[in-house]
Nanobody, 122 residues
Framework: QVQLVESGGGSVQTGGSLRLSCAAS???????MAWFRQAPGKEREGVAA???????DYADSVKGRFTITRDNAKNTLYLQMNSLKPEDTAMYYC?????????????????WGQGTQVTVSS
């Protein structure tokens, strides 16, 4: 069982930056890790994912603005978000998958955090 706890959300203005962190309760270097988000009235969408080998996927909407990294020694996943836009407003969730091809497919992720809110105002 892996427990995930997100932090770092908040309210910023358009163009601002935030850094999300996800602390895991167990060793996660064998897990595919990802960030998802869900805005009110919308489906959950994949934002960024990183494999155990460092392979990375980004949603087209965040490419060039967001960066996902992982620190296996600290069992922590990060999401650096720059040039934030109002459409980035959502609850952001950290997730872990014990399959090697999870990428941005939410259904393949077994463990989820409670989420951290990001609000971007214009």
């Amino acid at each position: 069982q892996v427990q995930l706890v997100e932090s770092g959300g908040g309210s910023v203005q358009t163009g601002g930056s935030l850094r999300l962190s996800c602390a895991a309760s167990a060793y996660t270097w064998t897990y595919y890790m990802a960030w998802f988000r869900q805005a009110p009235g919308k489906e959950r969408e994949g934002v960024a994912a990183i494999s155990t080998g460092g392979g990375i996927d980004y949603a087209d909407s965040v490419k060039g603005r967001f960066t996902i990294t992982r620190d296996n020694a600290k069992n922590t996943l990060y999401l650096q978000m720059n040039s934030l836009k109002p459409e980035d407003t959502a609850m952001y969730y950290c997730a872990a998958a014990n399959v090697g091809w999870a990428r941005l497919v939410a259904a393949l992720y077994k463990f989820w955090g409670q989420g951290t809110q990001v609000t971007v105002s214009s």
